[in-house]
């Protein structure tokens, strides 16, 4: 009996050793041919607050957005115009001593009516300018996007930073330099095993 445990240990460790030694030799296949070989990535940053000031794509959009604003300030203004002068009249008549106490309370009621379309008029056209600043915005982070990365394949560049107060990040990454896929393998495996008590059914 004793030898049988004493050849059941030897034959574990031998196995032990032999499983961590194609550990060791053999990282994840997760990751990169780059990364396996030990190669490192060209890294370069870009000051993010000069790009935003200086790229004219952005400036364009900021244009097309100030020019919006402006027509949508326009269309409220004009289409206001007849409620804001009917919203005088009734403050001028209903101070004016003229009117009796109905007449006030429907110049009131009036003039509630009136705020209220004038607010409406004013949050439908924040409403428009907030989902053109939205597009706009997507364009340019697109645009910006496939610049960049345009940018660093043409120069070999593994990795382009973005340094400044716009906030630090990676604004392009090759490919082979990602080990989301790794790391998140390494993490979970780095979790305790939780066993899962089975409840037997009566």
Wanted: proline fraction near 3%; charge should be negative; glycine fraction near 8%.
């Amino acid at each position: 009996m004793n030898r049988l445990v004493a050849a059941l240990l030897v034959a574990l460790a031998l196995w032990c050793i032999g499983l961590t030694w194609v550990v060791v030799k053999n990282p994840s296949e997760a990751l990169s041919p780059e990364l396996q070989m030990g190669e490192t990535p060209v890294i370069a940053f870009v000051h993010g607050d000069s790009i935003q000031s200086g790229y004219a794509f952005i400036a364009a959009q900021e244009q097309k957005l100030f020019k919006a604003v402006q027509e949508a300030q326009s269309a409220i203004e004009l289409e206001s115009g007849p409620l804001q002068s009917e919203a005088q009249e009734l403050i001028e008549y209903g101070n004016s001593g003229a009117a009796n106490a109905e007449e006030i309370q429907m110049v009131q009621r009036r003039l509630g009516e009136i705020e209220s379309q004038l607010m409406q008029m004013q949050q439908t056209g924040t409403n428009r300018l907030a989902e053109m600043e939205a597009m706009l915005q997507a364009e340019v982070t697109k645009k910006l996007t496939d610049e960049v990365m345009a940018f660093a394949v043409e120069r070999n560049i593994g990795l382009v930073l973005n340094w400044g107060q716009s906030g630090e990040g990676v604004l392009y990454g090759a490919m082979g330099w990602d080990v989301t896929d790794p790391l998140l393998e390494f993490i979970n495996g780095r979790l305790p095993v939780v066993e899962v008590e089975s409840s037997e059914t009566l």
